[in-house]
């Protein structure tokens, strides 16, 4: 049935049932798509007839990564409900994909989060100028510790 809807093709990046992939093959049974990460995953077919699809292969969007470094003490479920919560309301980000939180590196004393948000090219430079720093000082205001960012200081010799 998916043969004869046609609905994407190879290559297409889809995302399907909170999942974001690029079509790598169309089978019978299951349908195989690359994650963003060039990680490889199948999807049963039944899943395109009870979820919504979207095709976002036509549409002028890109992604922007964000690193979000959060004390390890800190709830992490509420801290992602947070960063989730203050994103879905952001006019300037895409609904579709949603955005996605993720355990990057745990480090001694904090984890640090990979936030990845979509937006139309047209408003890229706004958001990738902004969202980070809007996150974070969001997060900051409600109390969650963020770690420092470590600035390099290279001091020059007179002669």
Not at 113 to 139: A, P, R
Not at 146 to 158: D, G, I, S
């Amino acid at each position: 049935m998916i043969r004869v809807l046609n609905p994407f093709k190879k290559g297409d990046l889809i995302e399907i049932n909170g999942q974001l992939g690029s079509v790598e093959h169309k089978g019978y049974q299951s349908t195989t798509l690359k994650n963003i990460e060039g990680e490889r995953f199948e999807i049963a077919n039944t899943i395109f007839y009870t979820h919504e699809l979207h095709n976002l292969s036509n549409q002028s969007i890109i992604n922007v990564d964000m690193l979000v470094s959060v004390e390890l003490a800190s709830d992490m479920v509420i801290v992602k409900e947070m960063i989730l919560n203050y994103l879905k309301n952001r006019s300037i980000l895409l609904k579709h994909p949603s955005p996605k939180v993720s355990v990057k590196r745990i480090k001694d004393t904090h984890v640090e989060l990979g936030v990845k948000v979509w937006c139309s090219l047209e408003k890229y430079l706004e958001v990738d100028s902004q969202i980070e720093t809007l996150l974070k000082e969001y997060l900051k205001g409600n109390g969650i510790n963020l770690e420092v960012e470590k600035v390099e200081q290279t001091e020059l010799m007179m002669a």
